[in-house]
């Protein structure tokens, strides 16, 4: 699997915006339960930790496609910087109240703040990785390199973030993500050399989300997004219910373990089948291995589940990357990459939402029902909108 990964490094500084990359998208997957677990010790309330999760995730779903178009429109290197600097003041002023004990409203204020000044630096390494290998074969690798990527993030950030708000003190995690972020994303804005050129957007473009086959890949992303909201607040409540609060980042992480693995074998494949028929078949894998979750009463044969389950994860995430890729306007890129990114982070906000009311008044693992019925949508929502997904005639046989 490793072979076909090796020529996307040729290009002098591929290695450095990866990196960077790598290390400021932690907070991706340390955010949502750093404040979860923080907020929850401190209230002792996982319907108030959901909800501030929701408001933060919630505002990044808002302001992500305007942030994008303000790349596109002005390149990465002059927006990334004041608006790294906002979100770490903000994410810092979330601990400061929480630890006063202020009224819940400031927690939500901030969170609001700092999920609006969150960048999708996913979405930016993408467009950078598109710039040196779009319209090659390379591409395909690539973006599966970048879930990979996303799922090495989710694999080591929820486990990190458990162990040290759980052993070393409730907000410890919480600064680690917001050294991350703030490193990581002036590291990839100081690289000038692999920046997306900026390209004259004319007045007339409309959203990307006007387009629609982009409106249904946004439409599944939301409801991907809601499986991701609720397993996570819902595995944490798992954890806790069973005695074993502190595994709740390992349990994430083998969801997001499985996804990696996957994201690997896909990447490496010379696939003949479309994009689309790629994009489906996922989809309905992901139902069929969520379905066990709602079953299982024991910690560590929920970790095992839930590594298999991750296994649709990146073959969806990196086929609707790609559809995106081929179906937007080059000046337009990064916005309509992000219009995904927004669309999941609507459904993590829902997801978290609806797991915290669903847990405190169901319990976890009847919780749980909601992420699959999630995920029957997705499907719905993908199989229904597949004739949207056909690319331009321009594409090979092999793709549209």
Not at 117 to 138: C, D, E, F, P, Y
Not at 185 to 190: E, M, R
Request: proline residues 5%; glycine residues 12%; contains cysteine.
């Amino acid at each position: 699997m490793v072979g076909p990964y090796r020529g996307l490094f040729e290009r002098p500084g591929a290695a450095a915006f990866v990196l960077a990359g790598l290390i400021g998208r932690m907070p991706m997957s340390m955010l949502g339960i750093g404040v979860i677990l923080l907020i929850s010790t401190l209230t002792e309330s996982y319907a108030t930790a959901g909800a501030v999760a929701a408001t933060t995730n919630l505002a990044f779903a808002v302001a992500a496609p305007l942030s994008g178009r303000l790349v596109d429109r002005f390149g990465q290197s002059r927006v990334i910087p004041p608006f790294a600097v906002v979100n770490a003041l903000a994410l810092a002023a979330l601990m400061v109240f929480a630890g006063s004990a202020l009224p819940d409203w400031t927690y939500y204020a901030a969170g609001l703040i700092v999920g609006a000044t969150s960048l999708s630096l996913g979405s930016m390494v993408r467009a950078r990785w598109s710039v040196i290998h779009g319209g090659s074969g390379r591409l395909h690798t690539a973006f599966a390199f970048e879930s990979v990527i996303d799922e090495v993030v989710f694999v080591t950030g929820p486990a990190l973030v458990t162990v040290l708000a759980t052993a070393v003190n409730p907000y410890a995690g919480l600064i680690v993500a917001l050294v991350c972020m703030l490193g990581g994303s002036l590291a990839l804005a100081g690289q000038r050399s692999t920046e997306p050129p900026v390209q004259e957007i004319r007045s007339s473009s409309g959203s990307p989300i006007l387009i629609p086959g982009v409106a249904v890949l946004a439409g599944v992303a939301l409801a991907l997004g809601a499986i991701f909201g609720s397993v996570d607040l819902i595995t944490v409540a798992f954890a806790e219910e069973h005695g074993v609060k502190g595994a709740a980042g390992f349990l994430l992480a083998a969801f997001a373990g499985g996804s990696m693995v996957s994201g690997l074998w896909f990447g490496s494949r010379h696939w003949r089948i479309s994009l689309r028929a790629r994009f489906v078949r996922a989809l309905a894998l992901f139902v069929v291995g969520l379905v066990p979750i709602v079953f299982i009463d024991h910690a560590w044969l929920m970790a095992a589940a839930l590594f298999l389950a991750g296994f649709a994860i990146s073959p969806t995430l990196i086929t609707s990357f790609s559809l995106t890729e081929r179906l937007v306007p080059p000046s337009l890129l990064t916005e309509g990459m992000a219009w995904i990114s927004t669309a999941i982070g609507f459904g993590v906000a829902a997801g978290a939402w609806a797991g915290g009311r669903l847990t405190e008044s169901y319990g976890a693992s009847a919780a749980y029902g909601f992420s699959v019925a999630a995920a029957v949508a997705a499907v719905i929502v993908g199989v229904g909108g597949s004739g949207l997904l056909r690319l331009p005639e321009a594409a090979s046989p092999s793709e549209s």
